[in-house]
Nanobody
Framework: VQLQACGGGLVQAGGSLRLSCAAS????????MSWFRQAPGKEREFVAA????????YYAGSVQDRFAISGDSAKNTVYLQMDSLKDEDTAVYYC?????????????????????WGQGTLVTVSS
């Protein structure tokens, strides 16, 4: 299974970008998909996730009310609409997918909830 993320680029602070990620390869049914990001010199961190069975979405506090995750479970495709971008949103954004079933939801905030990862797309926010 390969995940291909795209949509990154250079944007001014306050602007918007929409990231897309699609899975391809062998027959694959994801249970959840997500976005993580890694800023220069920092650890990779959770951004947002969507759990297909319930339609539930989860967000990091730093992006709540500014970012929106959506997607199509049948196509194993996920999007991240990013509005009101800030300098601190500059990072490489990675999409991830998981095909395992978990009880509860806390695991979807962590990398352990996903077993497939994309190559990342760079988002640069300039002020």
């Amino acid at each position: 299974v390969q995940l291909q993320a795209c949509g990154g680029g250079l944007v001014q602070a306050g602007g918007s970008l929409r990231l897309s990620c699609a899975a391809s390869g062998r027959t694959f049914s994801s249970r959840a998909m997500s976005w993580f990001r890694q800023a220069p010199g920092k650890e990779r961190e959770f951004v947002a996730a969507i759990r297909w069975s319930s339609g539930s979405t989860y967000y990091a506090g730093s992006v709540q009310d500014r970012f929106a995750i959506s997607g199509d479970s049948a196509k194993n495709t996920v999007y991240l609409q990013m509005d009101s971008l800030k300098d601190e949103d500059t990072a490489v954004y990675y999409c991830a997918a998981g095909d395992r079933t978990y009880f509860g939801y806390s695991i979807y905030y962590t990398e352990r909830g996903y077993n497939y990862w994309g190559q990342g797309t760079l988002v640069t926010v300039s002020s």
